[in-house]
Nanobody, 126 residues
Framework: QVQLVESGGGLVQAGGSLRLSCAAS????????MGWFRQAPGKEREFVAA????????YYGDSVKGRFTISRDNAKNTVYLQMNSLKPEDTAVYFC???????????????????WGQGTQVTVSS
């Protein structure tokens, strides 16, 4: 059974930073593309970032390019999302997702993902 557990969310002031982590189990992590999505109240789930199985390919949503960085440590079965220069509009629940493919398209196509975490809340105050 695939399990994804996010951590690292919290409350931060605008301009601050947070690093989210997602620990994975129950899958061959080193063969799985991984993604981060977010969902704010009343809004659709939004693609944030994705990374290929070996970290060689990374993708970002337009709203976070240049501010967020996705990375992974296959030895620790963990994917990270470093978030810098946070804005109030980044406030959302952030979800980690594991793909059934080693390389994902880097789009909002959720059909590429077979498992999701429970989410972690990120709140950015102005």
């Amino acid at each position: 059974q695939v399990q994804l557990v996010e951590s690292g969310g919290g409350l931060v002031q605008a301009g601050g930073s947070l690093r989210l982590s997602c620990a994975a189990s129950g899958l061959t992590f080193s063969s799985s593309g991984m993604g981060w999505f977010r969902q704010a109240p009343g809004k659709e789930r939004e693609f944030v970032a994705a990374i290929s199985w070996n970290g060689g390919l990374t993708y970002y949503g337009d709203s976070v390019k240049g501010r967020f960085t996705i990375s992974r440590d296959n030895a620790k079965n963990t994917v990270y999302l470093q978030m810098n220069s946070l804005k109030p509009e980044d406030t959302a629940v952030y979800f980690c997702a594991a793909s059934w493919r080693p390389v994902v398209s880097g789009t909002s196509d959720i059909s590429e993902y077979k498992a999701w975490g429970q989410g972690t809340q990120v709140t950015v105050s102005s």
